[in-house]
């Protein structure tokens, strides 16, 4: 009796896509929580928090209203995957030694470049990990999900 390898082959692909589309938002949200101070950064907590508790399922049913369809699925699961990628990455920002940045600064610097060449390289083990929890979670969610 032959496998049928569909089913994790479209939950794999959901969840990476779905991380790789939650890995850009991510990353820019956790810079502006760990390093700058805003109106409305408790709704942005607020809003990072329910996406945490909502499932990705739920969250796929609300995008894709008349077809459930794998694309709905891998948007619902960025969503889903958002608030881990933001606030692991968040917490591993905020413990980096600032002297870097402001020796960068210092130099004429962008904030971008300082982003990109000074902090993510320091910091790039816990976005590794903040990326394998939240594919993990949209692969376990999509899977329980694609055998109902």
Known sequence: MPL??????????????ATAGA???????AYLLATRAFT???????LLALLLATPVVILASILARPA??????????ALAALPFVAL???????????????AARSLGT????????????????PV????AIAFARVFAEWTIAGTL
Do not use: H, M, Q
Not at 40 to 46: E, I, L, M, Q, S
Not at 128 to 131: D, G, K, Q, R, V
């Open 23 to 29: 890995l850009l938002p991510g990353l820019w949200l």
């Open 68 to 77: 459930f369809l794998w694309p709905a699925g891998a948007a619902a699961g």
């Open 110 to 125: 962008g904030e971008w470049r300082i982003f990109w060449r000074v902090l993510l390289p320091l910091g790039w083990r």
């Open 88 to 102: 692991g990455v968040r917490t591993s920002l905020r413990t980096l030694d600032l002297a870097y940045g402001n």
């Open 4 to 17: 049928n390898w569909s089913p994790l082959w479209l939950s794999l692909r959901v969840a990476g896509i």
């Open 40 to 46: 409305g950064r408790k709704a942005v907590f607020a």
């Open 128 to 131: 590794l990990a903040a990326c």
